[in-house]
């Protein structure tokens, strides 16, 4: 089905026909259409045309509402202020698009079949390091783009660029040959080995090989010499990388698990899958004159760079040594994705702390012209979470907080919730619906603030039946699944013929808006606009059922209409809510 045209599209459409039959002059003048609080929408377009032609705004505005025929979309325009116009529209034209959208799998949202193709690179954990807090971030606003992307037809290939490379290689691989049966493992149950034990597997294995490596010279320059090894390609020091990687992947994949993403084999190319190109992508750089050498390191200069000595700051690309730096590889995927993947835009979704190097990055592409007026690069930098206190999250210890605790500390408190509002739910249902609630309020918290910006990590807040958090939503969707099943043989019927209370045309002209909110979400790359959005729709909503009575409406039509409002908002809030990654149980 073709999208459903908003009504703010609508009117904006009336008001640009008025203007162009009343100020011919005027060409194609935009409106300027808004919500507003004083009526359904505002116009203030009509102040700069005024400007233009040199006319008083209020006679123009005066002319431009008597140039609109009387139709069955707008029920009032007034002319206010200065020039301004308020709009009212009818309340069966509410009804009428809302219908349109209920009719429509996607709920009337474009589809846009020519988008193009992004590479979203996200949740770049290190082979055999834990995840911790740090990593939440990127994990779930790249996995909420991903969803979002895609839904607005855009062609997404994920893309986890995961730190499976370096010298710290070099003295685990060293370690496991001197003790080969350290990673021989087999689960207590003789089944698969959780990512738990993985990990743990991994832990004492990097403890003991960083002992070693401190304390014992002759090991220390065997393991450096195993990292000459990996990076020349020795097929049984690559083997055993391989198992470190594969050992990761175990754990990594029980995590993201957890947090209920998807998380394919093929998506996750780390910085090892690019060292084929490395010296090809030095050697473009140099001899296209992009990079130069500078005491002996291939180095890319910018002139607005410079270290606190003044001097400029280069983006190092080869070292002194031969090495290649981060940014060898960070130029090499981009070449990758541009060349082979055919993206149109490369997402980053990375810590802020990396601006500076990833400004470096994308400018030196440019100059390269892997980067064009057709292929842009786009780093979604979010800031850090932070604890109660307002400072970066640490345990009690002083440690970084384990992610993994972090997720089953929600899934407890939400559980907990649950069980105490739970009135007819067995504890396995408690259980699952726990995890889902856990789960949906720690990335809602994360995806309803501004990514740019640090926010606290407070559980009591997160699991809250009150005020902006995921357990509000999630508790209106199922007070709407409770209102569905009780309504016996009454069925949601839209009635574009009924008067509607402040109420109920409050909450149409917001679920009217989901489409646009869509749209904005994605162009800007800001999922808390969504999760802004979906807040408001269950605030609406609040307010629409504690003015309206649904199932003891005055006449059957208006119960099947509310019935109807009820429906659509529960299909947008599910869908809205899928988009960010969090589930909305049928019963809580």
Not at 433 to 442: C, E, F, K, P
Request: net charge negative.
């Amino acid at each position: 089905m073709a999208s459903v045209p908003s009504l703010a599209s609508t009117v904006q459409q009336r008001l640009a026909d008025g203007l162009s039959a009343a100020l011919p002059d005027a060409g194609s003048a935009d409106p300027l259409l808004r919500r507003s609080d004083r009526a359904d929408f505002q116009a203030n377009g009509i102040l700069a045309l005024a400007k233009k032609l040199k006319g008083n705004p209020r006679e123009l505005a005066t002319q431009v509402v008597a140039a609109i025929p009387e139709n069955d979309v707008l029920a009032e325009i007034e002319v206010s202020g200065p020039g301004f116009l308020n709009i009212t529209v009818t309340d069966a034209a509410i009804v009428r698009t809302l219908a349109a959208r209920a009719a429509d799998a996607r709920l009337g949202v474009p589809f846009n079949e020519s988008a193009g193709t992004t590479v979203i690179d996200y949740a770049q954990p290190n082979v055999a390091k834990e995840m911790h807090v740090g990593h939440l971030r990127s994990a779930v606003i790249g996995a909420a783009m991903v969803e979002i992307l895609e839904f607005t037809g855009e062609s997404v290939v994920r893309r986890h660029h995961i730190g499976d490379w370096g010298t710290q290689f070099g003295m685990l691989i060293q370690f496991l040959i001197e003790h080969p049966h350290e990673l021989d493992h087999r689960a207590e149950d003789g089944g698969e080995v959780s990512g738990e034990e993985a990990m743990s597997n991994l832990n004492r294995l990097y403890k003991a090989s960083r002992a070693l490596f401190d304390s014992d010279e002759e090991f220390k320059t065997r393991a450096r010499a195993r990292v000459v090894d990996l990076q020349a390609g020795d097929a049984e020091t690559l083997a055993l990388w391989q198992r470190f990687v594969d050992e990761s992947k175990i754990y990594f994949y029980s995590v993201f698990d957890k947090l209920d993403m998807d998380i394919r084999d093929a998506d996750v190319v780390g910085e090892s899958g690019y060292n084929d190109m490395l010296a090809e992508t030095c050697a473009i750089l140099e001899e296209s004159g992009v990079a130069v050498r500078s005491e002996g390191a291939l180095c890319v200069f910018f002139d607005d760079v410079k270290g606190p000595d003044g001097n400029p700051t280069p983006l190092i690309v080869q070292k002194s040594d031969g090495g290649f730096g981060y940014a060898a590889t960070d130029l090499s995927a981009i070449r990758d994705r541009v060349r082979n993947l055919k993206a149109t835009t490369l997402l980053y979704v990375v810590d802020a702390r990396q601006s500076l190097h990833f400004k470096m990055v994308f400018e030196t592409a440019r100059r390269a012209g892997w980067l064009n007026d057709d292929v842009k690069a786009v780093q979604l930098a979010f800031g850090t979470v932070l604890g109660k206190d307002g400072k970066p999250f640490k345990t009690r210890e002083g440690e970084t907080v384990r992610l993994v605790d972090l997720l089953d500390e929600a899934i407890d408190r939400a559980s907990a919730v649950v069980r105490e509002k739970a009135q007819d739910l067995t504890e396995e249902e408690i259980a699952e619906r726990g995890t889902q609630v856990g789960i949906g309020a720690v990335k809602y918290a994360d995806l309803s603030t501004s990514a740019a910006r640090d926010y606290k990590f407070d559980l009591d807040q997160m699991v809250s039946l009150h005020g902006d958090t995921s357990v509000y939503l999630q508790y209106a969707y199922a007070r709407i699944q409770s209102i569905l099943r009780k309504a016996g043989d009454a069925r949601p019927v839209a009635h574009p013929e009924l008067a509607l209370a402040p109420s109920e045309r409050a909450l149409g002209l917001h679920l009217d808006a989901f489409g646009e909110q869509i749209a904005e979400t994605a162009a800007e790359y800001a999922p808390h606009k969504l999760a802004a959005y979906l807040y408001q729709l269950a605030s609406h909503y609040t307010t629409f059922y504690s003015e309206c009575p649904v199932l003891k409406a005055d006449t059957p039509e208006q119960v099947e209409n509310r019935l109807f409002l009820c429906e659509l908002t529960a299909r947008t809030l599910h869908q809205g809510m899928a988009l960010l990654g969090i589930r909305t149980p049928e019963r809580l």
